[in-house]
């Protein structure tokens, strides 16, 4: 290989292993000033899209020991877009981009060591922001507190609703 190619082979494996997700999408036929629309829509959610080689890209997962991912078979086209933040915001700018522009698509992608179809991408496009499955995982963890709390001040309030009731009846005897 050449020097050129060994170094761009070196890149994009370093931006594989800093990556907390992959997604490859098709983009044949997609104008650039939509294309880079896209990106900027991206890099708002601290991502970036790339077009590689898709032989680089899978040599730079085989040196890297992602065998998974290097084992995938990518044809045509490809644009990866890599990033470390949220990957539903990212998966959820490529599905809305997508259809907006029918030109681009999510053809899969790599996450967590494994190989996500383009059905996985849609679903995690769908998931709520991540505040919002933090917020409902808290509602869940507080829950068992929440409910035992209830049940303490109810029989609280059932005792005192019997002395009340009591003192009532004796106020009457009267």
Known sequence: MRAEKIQLV?????MLKDSTFVFFIN????????FTAFRDELSKHKAQCHVLKNSLVMK???INNM???ASCKLAN???FVFGNDD?????KVIDEFGKKNDKLTAKSGYMEGGILSQNDVKAIAALPPKEVLQAMLLGVFQAPARNFVSVLNAKVCSIVNVINAYKNKREEAK
């Open 10 to 14: 070196n890149d994009i494996g370093r």
């Open 27 to 34: 983009y044949r036929g997609l104008a650039v000033k939509d």
């Open 60 to 62: 730079a997962a085989e």
């Open 67 to 69: 065998s998974v991912l």
């Open 77 to 79: 086209d490809t644009a």
């Open 87 to 91: 990957a539903g915001a990212v998966a």
